[in-house]
């Protein structure tokens, strides 16, 4: 079935410490890749995406994504966590006839100092 | 910087009631979108609507549910009889052109808690 999994429900990192979010999807054709990132009572915000190209793709705070075919994955990382990056982290997909995104179930991240 | 607004941000109703989510999309935006997300599952696409008609929407957009923009600035999301099911975070979107590689921006949401 068509799917976009993030098989890590909670993650907890130390402040400083890298970081690696999963993302897996299961389609026939090469999607559209997006992550959005959402803290308490705010909306989603757009960290990163990838259409076509460099599969190293880099985002706002810090954060890069990188997409590998082979795999059907696109996992975000961040080099260095920092506490305000505590929140939930979602991988989205788009597709070029359609005007909606799917969404994984997400996976919240909580920073200890 | 612009953003997507929505009122309330949280609303009570009970079972049967009519209820209607405001959303005040960026201003020189096209396209505009509402999502669900039930407490504890996945964010899911309702609807989406281009030039005063609906453009896609899911399976779970049924009867009970309508949209609409009244005027230059409002987007709203009607849910006509609401049931426990309804209960959930409404996020609205927009974007400046359709299709999923146009990013869509989000507002913060509305509750929706259906007693």
């Known amino acids: 079935a068509q799917s976009v999994t993030q098989p890590d429900i909670h993650i907890t990192v130390s402040e400083g410490a890298s970081l690696e979010l999963r993302c897996n999807y299961s389609?026939?054709?090469?999607?559209?890749l997006f992550w959005y990132v959402q803290s308490p009572g705010q909306g989603l915000q757009l960290l990163l995406k990838?259409?076509?190209?460099?599969?190293l793709v880099q985002g706002i705070k810090g954060f890069e994504a990188e997409f590998k075919r082979s795999q059907s994955s696109f996992n975000l990382r961040k080099p260095s966590v920092h506490w305000s990056d505590a929140a939930e982290y979602f991988c989205?997909?788009?597709?070029?006839?359609?005007?909606?995104?799917?969404f994984g179930t997400g996976t919240r991240l909580q920073v200890f100092p | 910087e612009p953003e997507v607004t929505q009122t309330p941000s949280h609303q009570v109703t009970q079972m049967g009631q009519e209820v209607i989510l405001r959303c005040v999309p960026i201003?020189?935006?096209?396209?505009f979108y509402w999502y669900r997300q039930i407490l504890g599952q996945k964010v899911e696409f309702l609807v989406s609507?281009?030039?005063?008609?609906?453009?896609?929407k899911s399976e779970i957009f049924d009867d009970q549910f309508s949209v609409e923009r009244p005027d230059g600035s409002n987007f709203t999301l009607k849910i006509r009889s609401t049931k426990l099911e309804d209960s959930a975070m409404y996020f609205c979107?927009?974007?400046?052109?359709?299709?999923?590689?146009?990013?869509?921006?989000f507002g913060p949401g509305t509750r929706l808690t259906v007693l």
């Open positions: 609507f281009y030039n005063n008609e609906i453009s896609e």
């Open positions: 201003s020189n935006h096209l396209y």
């Open positions: 389609y026939g054709a090469t999607p559209y």
């Open positions: 990838y259409f076509s190209g460099d599969t």
């Open positions: 989205a997909v788009g597709f070029y006839n359609t005007d909606k995104l799917i």
């Open positions: 979107a927009s974007s400046f052109r359709g299709e999923t590689y146009n990013e869509q921006f």
